[in-house]
T-cell receptor
Framework: GAGVSQSPSNKVTEKGKDVELRCDPISGHTALYWYRQRLGQGLEFLIYFQGNSAPDKSGLPSDRFSAERTGESVSTLTIQRTQQEDSAVYLC??????????FGPGTRLTVT | KNQVEQSPQSLIILEGKNCTLQCNYTVSPFSNLRWYKQDTGRGPVSLTIMTFSENTKSNGRYTATLDADTKQSSLHITASQLSDSASYICVVSAYGDSSYKLIFGSGTRLLVRP
């Protein structure tokens, strides 16, 4: 595809359930980022993958959050035992090296 | 503490008018500053990127300025259009950190009315 895609676009889940969010970066982009954006707030950095290097997980808010990336392709962000404060839009971005990031449309997560 | 502050928080203008959005930062050492446009329900889209040595950069009707001495940037929108209604986010990268650790402002919400 021409851009970064994310799925699902919307996810409603019950408190305590696990969720998986998917990101398909632009083909050839070596770097992939996950961000969280709460309503009316700025973007919060969560995690960064660059090629085969160890990911930078310094932004993950708790051990309930984890992410994986297969080579330089798809990434999955997993949130275990979801809490209401996890409700937000989760944005994925990719870039070639550390150049301009191209963002996906986001997944809106609602925890009830 | 590295911070990016934007003002105003929200702005309403009439179609065809100009406006200027402000960004102040305390990120140090500075690497570059980016402005993004985020339409409702969409991911951010890059408008401009400026390094320390650049003090102005244009992208169509968008012109960004940077004063690295006072640590201020502005985004000027000329002859606004209804499609300019969006959030505008200022993002600063710290030199020495990997540039992926960007510091995001909370954005200015712009509404352009006919």
């Amino acid at each position: 595809g021409a851009g970064v895609s994310q799925s699902p676009s919307n996810k409603v889940t019950e408190k305590g359930k696990d969720v998986e969010l998917r990101c398909d970066p632009i083909s050839g982009h070596t770097a992939l980022y996950w961000y969280r954006q709460r309503l009316g707030q700025g973007l919060e950095f969560l995690i960064y993958f660059q090629g085969n290097s160890a990911p930078d997980k310094s932004g993950l808010p708790s051990d309930r959050f984890s992410a994986e990336r297969t080579g330089e392709s798809v990434s999955t962000l997993t949130i275990q035992r979801t809490q209401q404060e996890d409700s937000a839009v989760y944005l994925c971005a990719s870039s070639f090296g550390t150049s301009v990031q191209y963002f996906g449309p986001g997944t809106r997560l609602t925890v009830t | 503490k590295n911070q990016v502050e934007q003002s105003p928080q929200s702005l309403i203008i009439l179609e065809g008018k100009n406006c200027t959005l402000q960004c102040n930062y305390t990120v140090s050492p500075f690497s570059n500053l980016r402005w993004y446009k985020q339409d409702t329900g969409r991911g951010p889209v890059s408008l401009t990127i400026m390094t320390f040595s650049e003090n102005t950069k244009s992208n169509g009707r968008y012109t960004a300025t940077l004063d690295a001495d006072t640590k201020q940037s502005s985004l000027h929108i000329t002859a606004s259009q209804l499609s300019d209604s969006a959030s505008y986010i200022c993002v600063v990268s710290a030199y020495g950190d990997s540039s992926y650790k960007l510091i995001f402002g909370s954005g200015t919400r712009l509404l352009v009315r006919p």
